[in-house]
């Protein structure tokens, strides 16, 4: 991690180039040195915080004040930062009775926090977990006594973790997972808190502020979705080549421990939804054989969405995964043992991310733990399809291989969409599709749970969601569409979002179809729409002008009554 006196050397660069993100900073306790790691680790991820730090302690003052610079300010984040060393004294004022349920009184109020700022303003709330204390006033004993402040700290962690989970718009730092990680004196510094109540330490606000960043990053839609492993001495101990399937080191006896436990933690990101994929320097046949064969084998092929094991140069085998996986270069992570192999894909695809691993083995998965590499701002069981659904992908370019043309490989697909307004299955990920989607999205408006709920309601919306499935499989919810009333005669596409998975089956055509249809059975005459230009969405530049919208000053423009529908080889379901 950047120490905090780097760090402080980015306040001087130029953020100019960078997204602006507004940041409100309410803090309980004296924030200055917080407010600056913040700012600076912008540079380092390239965001321009623009923040508006409240006065000392004025949480609550800011909050529930209507006319307060909160409100002003209007930002798009507000991180609500309290420390446990203020929890404590908190704690220590209530008599018996009050102690025994001190936790709910501080999820109480941070529901109430959260409910009076979202009435105000759209921006999302982010809160930390404290790190924890113990007062050693009931030893070991704490734990069975229910009025005890490490009881009641706990306790509140886990409330603030719950309404989390009920309230889609807050999100949670979690400061007390990180001082489980880093120790708590490294966390606290008690000369700054006593000579200027800083409760956090030098060394610990640069990684309060890359955790924040990394919440930030997710909620915008800027996250990691692929891990690409290495085999050889990464994957497994040893080399397969020369060992053979017998002498690799894998298991739980030995040095076989180090590399199972991180096959197992490659296998939970798979089922959260990260892709894997094999990049390795082998003969493929060989390379696969411990996938296929070993007992001891935490992954196996069906883990695996990409699989290249050959000779060629990692640079351009990892060009092919992403040409297969149709995501962008940043959103991958390559995990190789070799630091030459490591600084030529820096060098080769400087977009990728690329750990330097230790020298030593047995610190590989911790290391890779610390990174946070994989912060996300949703999860759905879709996600657990994932890499079913990347194999099934592959299938299809063997097939489109074997015709002459695209027409016959698409009408051979036998391809049908289920085509429905948004409901309380398709939610989920309707918002998770506006917060990932950076190619295939006209306007790169990020929507939360809470958001797309409320628009759902709205009777100035109309909603579509659009699956695709074929012969192959079930591609699950590839594209949304959200309408919007501009007045009695027209429709503006407040949201065109779809999967690049699925682009070049003629999903375009059949989508305008469908929304083209809507507006004729509501007797709208036509269809507004905008192109808003992103550093990632060029591949849609010119998809309105292909559709044959009219440009308009900024906007396009679609004639209801002269439109005929697209031909496509889409079916509804």
């Given at each position: 991690m950047i120490s905090f006196n780097e760090l402080k050397r980015n306040l001087k660069k130029d953020f100019s180039g960078f997204k602006k993100v507004k940041v409100a900073l309410l803090s309980d306790s004296a924030s200055q040195l917080l407010n600056n790691a913040i700012k600076a680790f912008g540079y380092e991820v390239q965001l321009d915080f623009d923040i508006y730090e409240a006065d000392y302690n004025q949480v609550a003052l800011q909050v529930f004040d209507p006319t307060s610079e909160l409100y002003r300010f209007n930002p798009d984040f507000i991180f609500i930062n309290r420390c446990?060393?203020?929890?404590?004294?908190?704690?220590?004022?209530?008599?018996?009775?009050?102690?025994?349920v001190f936790s709910e009184e501080v999820a109480k109020t941070t529901q109430q926090y959260y409910d009076v700022i979202t009435q105000r303003l759209r921006a999302k709330v982010i809160v930390n977990t404290y790190p924890e204390i113990n007062d050693s006033l009931f030893g070991n004993f704490a734990s069975k006594i229910t009025s005890s402040f490490l009881y009641q700290q706990r306790k509140s962690n886990l409330a603030l973790m719950d309404l989390s989970q009920r309230v889609k718009d807050l999100f949670i730092c979690d400061l007390a997972a990180l001082q489980s990680e880093l120790g708590y004196r490294f966390v606290f510094d008690s000369k700054m808190y006593v000579n200027a109540d800083m409760v956090y330490s030098l060394?610990?606000?640069?990684?309060?502020?890359?955790?924040?960043?990394?919440?930030?990053?997710?909620i915008n839609g800027t996250f990691k979705k692929c891990l690409i492993l290495d085999l050889d001495n990464t994957t497994w101990g040893g080399i397969i080549g020369d060992d053979g399937m017998e002498g690799i080191q894998i298991g739980y006896l030995g040095s076989g421990k180090i590399f199972t436990e991180l096959q197992l933690w490659a296998k939970q990101l798979k089922h959260r939804g990260i892709i894997l994929a094999v990049c390795s320097k082998n003969t493929e046949e060989i390379a696969k054989e411990p996938f296929l064969g070993h007992p001891d084998m935490v992954l196996r092929m069906d883990d695996i969405a990409v699989f290249v094991a050959n000779w060629e140069t990692k640079v351009e085998n990892i060009r092919y995964i992403q040409s297969v996986l149709n995501i962008g270069f940043d959103s991958m992570v390559f995990v190789d043992d070799n630091p030459f192999e490591r600084e030529m894909v820096k060098a080769g695809i400087p977009e990728i991310c690329v750990p330097d691993l230790p020298e030593d083995p047995a610190e590989y998965l911790l290391f890779l733990r610390s990174l946070n590499l994989f912060e996300t701002a949703s999860f759905t069981e879709e996600d657990e399809l994932r890499t079913k659904q990347y194999q099934e992908e592959a299938q299809r370019n063997i097939l489109l291989r074997s015709f002459e043309n695209e027409n016959d490989f698409l009408a051979n697909l036998g391809m049908v969409s289920d085509v429905r307004k948004f409901d309380a299955f398709t939610i989920p990920r309707v918002a998770q599709l506006t917060q990932r989607s950076n190619q295939f999205n006209l306007r790169t408006v990020r929507y939360t749970e809470e958001d797309i709920k409320r628009i759902s309601a709205d009777p100035g919306y109309f909603t579509i969601s659009l699956t695709l499935e074929d012969r192959f499989g079930d591609h699950g919810l590839i594209g949304i569409i959200i309408l919007k009333k501009e007045d009695d005669t027209s429709l503006f596409i407040d949201s065109?979002?779809?999967?690049?998975?699925?682009?070049?089956?003629?999903?375009?055509?059949?989508?305008?179809?469908?929304?083209?249809?809507?507006?004729?059975?509501?007797?709208?005459?036509?269809i507004t729409a905008e192109y808003l230009p992103t550093k990632k969405n060029g591949i849609v530049k010119d998809h309105y002008k292909n559709l044959n919208f009219e440009p308009i000053g900024d906007l396009w423009v679609l004639d209801v009554a002269g439109f005929k529908d697209r031909d496509t080889f889409i079916s509804k379901k």
């Open positions: 446990t060393e203020k929890l404590m004294k908190d704690f220590y004022k209530k008599d018996r009775a009050q102690r025994d060394e610990f606000l640069p990684y309060i502020a890359k955790h924040l960043s990394d919440i930030i990053l997710s065109w979002i779809m999967s690049c998975r699925v682009l070049k089956r003629g999903m375009e055509d059949f989508t305008l179809n469908t929304i083209v249809s809507l507006a004729a059975a509501n007797h709208f005459t036509k």
